[in-house]
């Protein structure tokens, strides 16, 4: 039926979850019927796993293409598909969080969603939509009763496991001294160019799965760069590999033990993204990429979330300070 067979790992939920994803964000957005048919190409190729949001504007198109895909045979039940979507920043009031999943849940067509994440750690007020002007809009973050009603969404199997997105070490470090269920993953920009050694080593030490977005640099994103497609690093490994630049990437972080959120709605570069299992790079390789390549966050938030008379007065407080 497809290609590529991508392994799973074990989310300290039990859940288990693979480890490339299908990324759904994409600025411009094609019309819904275009976009149904990219998931429904994506799904042949082999992707099991499947990352939308509230603020994407996508999770309706999914709910679609997964049952096309039950209808067609692509897949035999819901069970064979991961779907992980986020809670928007105006609905990250604790009395919000419900309400919004089952706002999703309807646009998606479906009972439960595999993973949630709370999208930032950023809370604005209700009502802020769809204008990235959020000046004078944020309130400050209620880790705690947020949080909180994230775990009612697991109680209620709304949401079979739950987590963040965009986190640093000191807000992890807040969530986890009063959560029940601690969060089982941490989706967060991740690339070569931006390896999150100190972030990854603490989820590591605290059983929280690192997921990684922009792994390519997102380089057709208004924040994205050229660091990585355009390595020369990179590009020296993939010539002698006989490997494209894109797999290099997806590949290290794939050894770092992280998942990886990809996103080509290009028929072939679709099936290159997932040709990532059956290599390895060499210890030298990994050196080279860990010492050579200049570290730069592609995303820092500084025209979005900082601001004087705002929770977040400087980006070391917004991203607590991890290198």
Known sequence: MH??????????????????????YTIPRPKPDVLTSI?????KAGYRHFDTAASYDTEEMLGRAMVEALDRGLVESRSDIFITTKLWCTDA???LVLPALKKSLQRLGLEY?????????????????????????MLPFDINGTWEAMEECSKLGLAKSIGVSNFGTKKLSQLLLHATIPPAVNQVEMNVGWQQEKLRAYCREKGIHVSA??????????????????????????????KT?????????YEQGASVIVKSFNKERMKENLQILDWGLSQEELDKIKLQIPQRRGFPGDDMFIFEDGPYKSLDEFWDGDP
Request: aromatic residues 8%; proline residues 7%; charged residues 15%.
């Open 3 to 24: 290609d590529a067979i991508v392994p799973n790992m074990v989310l300290s939920s039990g859940a288990r979850m693979p480890l490339i994803g299908f990324g759904t």
């Open 39 to 43: 998931f429904l190409e994506a799904i």
């Open 93 to 95: 009031h604790p009395g």
């Open 113 to 137: 969603v595999d993973l949630y994440l709370i999208h930032f750690p950023v809370r604005l007020k209700e009502g802020t939509e769809g204008s990235l002007d959020l000046k004078g809009k």
């Open 213 to 242: 977005w922009s792994p390519l640099g997102a380089n057709g994103a208004p924040w994205g760069s050229l660091a990585v497609v355009e390595s020369p690093v990179l590009k020296e490994i993939a010539t002698v590999r006989g």
């Open 245 to 253: 630049v894109a797999q290099v990437a997806l590949r290290w972080i």
